[in-house]
């Protein structure tokens, strides 16, 4: 295979986050059976990893980056699984901050087509892995043998069903809990805290933040239950990271001045990941730095300040261009989005232009509410990911509530017209879905490398 007709085949298959070629999504669907069958295929790769496990509604995608550079700043070599992408898939399988290669991806995936094929032949009833389980394998071995000293491993979704799950980590690391698929992981904070703390294995450590109460119980109750010691981190004398909030502008980007002072030592930085949830997400990470033993690394706190200082997590409240001023950021839920919506406070007080879309099965009205005090007007679009929702859908939620609204067919398109009313001294904030942030990105131009668009159209054949 080449590169294309790699990600061709991946896209064969059944994919949840495409929204295509799942019938049942009850968690169970999820089962460890495939992915054990074709991990055991190709030499069962991720029993050879040191591996951070990091699970959460918001947040676990930057506290997984912030983690892996910390790791970098102390001489590790570094593997990092995330998903979903902004521009290319091998963007959720790197090693040191480089994306796996197209031809090594392609290669890997022949040979991984191969497993795929005699797993079929001895494992009938199973059926097929999905998309998500055979990139899930392909990062396992590529990890492996690159030799990582560390492998930061983020959850696809939920947490106790999830692929990723077969690992036995050295530390856990479980984010912010909010509402989110509710559909497939429960309607309430106590059921979807129960998925994500499924991460938490016996006896190793896991580390989370503050959580509503309903949600702390179980993941409390769950690491009690199986002697896993819980370190709960937060701000102040919770964490030795502090801030006093200042969020601004440091050579023309967003930053937030903070504080790390550990063993007797204090250093003053500028983190480019801001806002105050950030500030939670970067506690974790220290955390989780700190509990990985001083038989992998000894964990200093300049290569935290370093590692914090230094990390590149793009659209998350990303400066993209300055006139006007247009911040992407990936905000997914309410609780995300509100959290979005403070930093923009401070950072850009005054009318804001919002480019708004996201996915048809999110609670658009939440997450415009959630956003309309910032809103001067908004301008909703689709992405061209097969699970956004219809901009005649979006401009209804924007009427619901209150707010102007103006429907475009593309991310292109509102970007455009927002940043011609925003002119050249206002501000224009593009958000709802990372599937919208990415595409605003590709119109500025920041995408070194896109996907084939082929991808997002595929249908599954198998």
Same mark, same amino acid.
């Given at each position: 295979?080449?590169?294309?007709?790699?990600?061709?085949?991946?896209?064969?298959?059944?994919?949840?986050?495409?929204?295509?070629?799942?019938?049942?999504?009850?968690?169970?669907?999820?089962?460890?059976?495939?992915?054990?069958?074709?991990?055991?295929?190709?030499?069962?790769?991720?029993?050879?990893?040191?591996?951070?496990? #990091?699970?959460?509604?918001?947040?676990?995608?930057?506290?997984?980056?912030?983690?892996?550079?910390?790791?970098?700043?102390?001489?590790?070599?570094?593997?990092?699984?995330?998903?979903?992408?902004?521009?290319?898939?091998?963007?959720?399988?790197?090693?040191?901050?480089?994306?796996?290669?197209?031809?090594?991806?392609?290669?890997?995936?022949?040979?991984?087509?191969?497993?795929?094929?005699?797993?079929?032949?001895?494992?009938?009833?199973?059926?097929?892995?999905?998309?998500?389980?055979?990139?899930?394998?392909?990062?396992?071995?590529?990890?492996?043998?690159?030799?990582?000293?560390?492998?930061?491993?983020?959850?696809?979704?939920?947490?106790?069903?999830?692929?990723?799950? #077969?690992?036995?980590?050295?530390?856990?690391?479980?984010?912010?809990?909010?509402?989110?698929?509710?559909?497939?992981?429960?309607?309430?904070?106590?059921?979807?805290?129960?998925?994500?703390?499924?991460?938490?294995?016996?006896?190793?450590?896991?580390?989370?933040?503050?959580?509503?109460?309903?949600?702390?119980? #179980?993941?409390?109750?769950?690491?009690?239950?199986?002697?896993?010691?819980?370190?709960?981190?937060?701000?102040?004398?919770?964490?030795?990271?502090?801030?006093?909030?200042?969020?601004?502008?440091?050579?023309?980007?967003?930053?937030?001045?903070?504080?790390?002072?550990?063993?007797?030592?204090?250093?003053?930085?500028?983190?480019?990941?801001?806002?105050?949830?950030?500030?939670?997400?970067?506690?974790?990470?220290?955390?989780?730095?700190?509990?990985?033993?001083?038989?992998?690394?000894?964990?200093?706190?300049?290569?935290?300040?370093?590692?914090?200082?230094?990390?590149?997590?793009?659209?998350?409240?990303?400066?993209?261009?300055?006139?006007?001023?247009?911040?992407?950021?990936?905000?997914?839920?309410?609780?995300?989005?509100?959290?979005?919506?403070?930093?923009?406070?401070?950072?850009?007080?005054?009318?804001?232009?919002?480019?708004?879309?996201?996915?048809?099965?999110?609670?658009?009205? =939440?997450?415009?509410?959630?956003?309309?005090?910032?809103?001067?007007?908004?301008?909703?679009? =689709?992405?061209?990911?097969?699970?956004?929702?219809?901009?005649?859908?979006?401009?209804?939620?924007? =009427?619901?509530?209150?707010?102007?609204?103006?429907?475009?067919?593309?991310?292109?398109?509102?970007? =455009?017209?927002?940043?011609?009313?925003?002119?050249?001294?206002?501000?224009?904030? #593009?958000?709802?879905?990372?599937?919208?942030?990415?595409?605003?990105?590709?119109?500025?131009?920041?995408?070194?490398?896109?996907?084939?668009?082929?991808?997002?159209?595929?249908?599954?054949?198998?």
């Amino acid at each position: 295979m080449n590169y294309p007709e790699a990600l061709q085949y991946i896209y064969g298959f059944a994919d949840l986050e495409r929204g295509v070629g799942f019938s049942d999504r009850s968690p169970a669907r999820y089962r460890f059976q495939r992915i054990g069958h074709l991990l055991r295929e190709i030499g069962d790769p991720h029993q050879r990893l040191r591996i951070a496990h #990091v699970a959460g509604s918001n947040g676990k995608g930057s506290t997984s980056a912030m983690l892996a550079s910390i790791a970098a700043a102390a001489g590790l070599r570094v593997g990092l699984y995330t998903q979903p992408h902004l521009h290319t898939f091998r963007e959720r399988i790197m090693v040191n901050a480089q994306p796996i290669a197209p031809d090594e991806f392609a290669n890997r995936m022949d040979k991984l087509a191969a497993a795929v094929a005699a797993g079929r032949q001895r494992h009938p009833a199973e059926g097929d892995p999905t998309t998500y389980e055979i990139a899930t394998a392909v990062a396992f071995q590529y990890f492996a043998d690159a030799g990582v000293d560390l492998a930061v491993i983020e959850v696809g979704m939920g947490g106790t069903w999830d692929a990723t799950n #077969v690992v036995d980590p050295t530390v856990s690391v479980i984010t912010s809990l909010s509402l989110e698929h509710t559909a497939i992981l429960g309607n309430t904070l106590e059921a979807i805290a129960g998925e994500k703390a499924g991460i938490i294995k016996a006896s190793r450590p896991v580390v989370t933040v503050p959580q509503a109460p309903a949600a702390m119980q #179980v993941i409390e109750k769950r690491a009690r239950d199986l002697a896993a010691p819980l370190e709960v981190v937060g701000t102040g004398d919770r964490s030795p990271l502090d801030s006093d909030g200042e969020i601004g502008w440091d050579a023309g980007r967003p930053a937030m001045a903070a504080r790390l002072q550990m063993d007797g030592q204090c250093f003053d930085l500028q983190m480019p990941l801001v806002g105050a949830h950030q500030l939670l997400n970067a506690a974790a990470a220290v955390a989780a730095a700190r509990a990985l033993g001083p038989d992998l690394a000894e964990i200093k706190p300049a290569h935290i300040a370093r590692g914090l200082a230094s990390t590149v997590w793009p659209a998350r409240f990303e400066l993209i261009e300055h006139n006007p001023r247009v911040i992407v950021d990936a905000a997914h839920s309410p609780d995300a989005i509100r959290q979005t919506a403070v930093t923009l406070a401070a950072l850009a007080p005054g009318p804001v232009q919002i480019v708004f879309g996201t996915a048809a099965d999110k609670d658009v009205a =939440a997450m415009l509410h959630g956003i309309a005090p910032a809103a001067s007007r908004a301008y909703v679009c =689709a992405s061209r990911h097969p699970r956004a929702a219809p901009p005649a859908d979006l401009l209804e939620s924007a =009427a619901a509530i209150g707010r102007p609204a103006l429907a475009f067919d593309s991310v292109a398109a509102a970007l =455009a017209a927002a940043r011609e009313a925003a002119g050249p001294e206002g501000t224009v904030l #593009v958000t709802g879905s990372i599937f919208v942030a990415a595409a605003a990105r590709e119109a500025g131009g920041l995408a070194a490398e896109v996907d084939p668009p082929v991808l997002f159209g595929a249908v599954p054949t198998r």
